[in-house]
């Protein structure tokens, strides 16, 4: 039983994915952008405010795509709510210029994650039924809660980043999160899920 437990946890870690370019990239240029227009002489708050729009921009941006490709043809018209929510957030973010704003709109969509993944437990026969496949001894396996779970985890180090008071210890302290989560994710969610359906 030790053994095994042991095996799977070493199989855990030994299968956790690397962060993929496409996640990396936005770090390192929020960083990039965060240390060059500093250095320009513009104002903290400013500089702040536009990076973590640009994040959230392109966060966004880059999961439409993948979400109109399972979407069905009647349905992807809706698509352009999403456009118009997030341009309207990006406007509002930029007419405010107050990081504190920013930094509460992400511990505003933290909530809202955390919403829709309760419900999904609540519901969690039919979404299962709808959205995955893996069944362990006649059992649905679930990742809503562990989505529920590190949706909180951010929450809860967003609002800890918030309480420093210093938008370079949020900027700092938020890319290394950003890599911690992704790993503790990924372990995690190796752990739940049957071993034959881990990741090679």
Partial sequence: MTYAVISRVQ???????????????????????????????MPEDRVFVLVLVLAQTHAVWRSL????????????????????????LAAVQLGV???LFSQRLLSGGCIFVLVIMLMGV?????????????????RPVSLLRVNACFAMVFLCVNEALIATGSLVVWMSAMMVAAFFIHFAYWFIVLLVIPPEDSLA
């Fill in 122 to 138: 609540r519901r969690e026969q039919e979404v299962m039924a709808r959205m995955m496949h893996n069944v362990t001894e006649g």
């Fill in 65 to 88: 795509p993948n979400a109109a490709r399972h979407l069905n043809d009647g349905y992807r018209a809706r698509m352009v709510w999403p456009v118009v929510v997030v341009t309207a």
């Fill in 11 to 41: 199989g855990a870690f030994a299968s956790i994915p690397p962060m993929r370019a496409e996640t990396l990239l936005p770090l390192v240029i929020m960083l990039i952008l965060w240390i060059g227009l500093n250095g320009s002489g």
């Fill in 97 to 99: 210029g107050d990081p």
